[in-house]
C-alpha cells in the first residue's frame, strides 16, 4: 500500500554544520505533512508542518521543502547543535479528505558530534 | 495551555494478565484523541482514535481495545497481554486534522 518512507536511516553531523533529513511519500492525495523530532523514550515533539499548496516553509533554524513533482519532503535544521540529537519522523495526512490518520514514516536517527 | 498525561510511565506485566492505560488531556476540550503503539527502532503505528465521547475507530484488528469515557479520557485496555504486545504506547490529540499533540508515553513489556 502506499506509505511513507525515509531515505536515510541514520545521519551523523559536525556540530555547527546543516542537516538535512529525507523522506519519499508515495501518496499523491496527501496534502499535509508533519516533521517530528523524538528524543529517546518520549513521545514525538511537532516541529513544523507544510501543506500541499507550498513548495517551503520556515521556522526557527529549521526549514521544511516539499517537491510534489517527484513526492520528497526534507527537514533542514541550520546550526546543528547536541540538543538537536534525536529520531525524526515525517508524518503525512489528508486533511482536505478529512482524514484522521496520520502515516509516519519509520525515523532517521540523527546524531550531533560535538 | 494544553496538556497531556498518560500513566504508567513503564509497567511490565506477564502473558496473559489484563492492561489499562490512560490518558488525559486539560486545557481544550472536544478534542480527537488517538492511540498509537511505536515498536523498538520503528515508526509509530496509529491503534484506536476517538472524536467524542463513546465513538471510537479501530485502525488495527487486535486483542486491544479502547475506550472514552468522558471528553477528556482515553483508556486502552486488554483483556489477555501477549509477548507482542510489548512496545512503546503513545497518546495524542488535536482539534482538527492538523499536528497531533503527543504524551509522554508509557513502555510496556509484556514477559
Known amino acids: 500500500g502506499e506509505n511513507v518512507g525515509l531515505h536515510l536511516p541514520t545521519l551523523s553531523v559536525q556540530e555547527g554544520d546543516n542537516s538535512i533529513i529525507n523522506c519519499a511519500y508515495s501518496?499523491?492525495?496527501?496534502?499535509?505533512f508533519i516533521w517530528y523530532k523524538q528524543e529517546s523514550g518520549k513521545g514525538p515533539q511537532f516541529i513544523i508542518d507544510i501543506r500541499s499548496n507550498m513548495d517551503k516553509r520556515q521556522g526557527q533554524r529549521v526549514t521544511v521543502l516539499l517537491n510534489k513533482t517527484v513526492k520528497h519532503l526534507s527537514l533542514q535544521i541550520a546550526a546543528t547543535q547536541p540538543g538537536d540529537s534525536a529520531v525524526y519522523f515525517c508524518?503525512?495526512?489528508?486533511?482536505?479528505?478529512?482524514?484522521?490518520?496520520?502515516?509516519f514514516g519509520k525515523g532517521t536517527k540523527l546524531s550531533v558530534i560535538p | 495551555s494544553q496538556t497531556i498525561h498518560q500513566w504508567p510511565a513503564t509497567l511490565v506485566q506477564p502473558v496473559g494478565s489484563p492492561l489499562s492505560l490512560e490518558c488525559t488531556v486539560e486545557g481544550t476540550s472536544n478534542p480527537n484523541l488517538y492511540w498509537y503503539r511505536q515498536a523498538a527502532g520503528r515508526g509509530l503505528q496509529l491503534l484506536f482514535y476517538s472524536v467524542g465521547i463513546g465513538q471510537i475507530s479501530s485502525e488495527v484488528p487486535q486483542n486491544l481495545s479502547a475506550s472514552r469515557p468522558q471528553d477528556r479520557q482515553f483508556i486502552l485496555s486488554s483483556k489477555k497481554l501477549l509477548l507482542s504486545d510489548s512496545g512503546f504506547y503513545l497518546c495524542?490529540?488535536?482539534?482538527?486534522?492538523?499536528?497531533?499533540?503527543f504524551g509522554p508515553g508509557t513502555r510496556l513489556t509484556v514477559l
Open positions: 508524518a503525512e495526512n489528508m486533511a482536505g479528505a478529512g482524514s484522521y490518520q496520520l502515516t
Open positions: 501518496n499523491s492525495a496527501s496534502d499535509y
Open positions: 495524542a490529540w488535536n482539534r482538527g486534522l492538523d499536528e497531533q499533540f
